[in-house]
């Protein structure tokens, strides 16, 4: 069973998607995290992120595992344990740009087509429904207001004891949306058979469940 849920930047995608996972027992991807540690790979090598050749390289022999250990799934690349580091303030400014270039997508796409096994997948993304798994058995697109996306990852920043502003996070929110959306490849945009899930007023395990139920009528489980 392949799941794909795609959606703009703090949408609680991947929160979602790892529960999913896990109640399911098939794999999670990040698919986000990839982008993130290429994009960390060129600002730790100094690289100009204006130079797509250079990216598609990076991306190319990137080696990106996933494990998942009792706090989290941690993200490994070239073999070092990166999981702080992608989430940086940095990373998360110039990810939209790297993640904007055709080759460096190919690169990618490539890389996360090789996660899918016959055991069934769950990847979060923003292309998933689109380009990456068009054959999905399920795809959801998830959305929430700006406003909520901005609360709910300023909560997560001052849970995790890191400095927040609540106003610059909503801006920061709504220009990677404009970018996201705009850019002339693979744009994040609901494929056709995807389904619309509004996670503004709904808990958590309110849209793991509204998931499952959506998996039970398609007779998945
Ligand atoms: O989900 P996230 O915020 O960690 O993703 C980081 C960036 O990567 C996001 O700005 C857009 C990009 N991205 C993408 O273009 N395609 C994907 N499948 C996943 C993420």
């Known amino acids: 069973m392949n799941i794909a849920i795609d959606g703009?930047?703090?949408?609680?995608?991947?929160?979602?998607?790892?529960?999913?996972?896990?109640?399911?027992?098939?794999?999670?991807?990040?698919t986000g995290a990839m982008y993130r540690a290429i994009t960390y790979l060129a600002l730790s090598k100094k690289v100009d992120?204006?130079?797509?050749?250079?990216l598609q390289q990076l991306a190319?022999?990137?080696?990106?595992?996933?494990?998942?250990?009792?706090?989290?799934?941690?993200?490994f690349l070239n073999g070092l344990d990166v999981t702080q580091q992608i989430r940086t303030e940095v990373v998360s400014q110039n990810v939209s740009l790297v993640s904007s270039y055709k080759s460096v997508r190919e690169e990618l796409v490539r890389k996360q087509q090789a996660f899918i096994t016959k055991g069934g997948i769950v990847m979060?993304?923003?292309?998933?429904?689109?380009?990456?798994?068009?054959?999905a058995d399920l795809k959801i697109f998830m959305v929430a207001s700006v406003e909520i996306r901005a609360k709910r990852r300023h909560l997560e920043n001052l849970e995790r004891g890191f400095k927040s502003d609540y106003e610059a996070i909503k801006e920061q929110i709504a220009t990677r949306d404009e970018y996201d959306q705009n850019r002339a490849n693979s744009p994040l945009t609901k494929?056709?058979?995807?389904?619309?899930?509004?996670?503004?007023?709904?808990?958590?395990?309110?849209?793991?469940?509204?998931?499952?139920?959506l998996l039970v009528t398609k007779k998945l489980v």
Not at 124 to 134: L, Q
């Open 191 to 213: 494929a056709d058979d995807a389904i619309l899930l509004d996670s503004s007023h709904m808990t958590v395990p309110e849209v793991v469940a509204e998931i499952k139920k």
């Open 60 to 75: 190319k022999s990137a080696d990106i595992k996933f494990m998942t250990s009792d706090d989290g799934q941690k993200v």
């Open 8 to 30: 703009p930047a703090s949408s609680g995608k991947s929160t979602v998607a790892k529960l999913l996972a896990k109640d399911l027992g098939i794999t999670y991807l990040d």
């Open 49 to 54: 992120l204006k130079d797509e050749t250079k």
């Open 124 to 135: 979060d993304g923003r292309d998933i429904g689109t380009v990456v798994m068009p054959n």
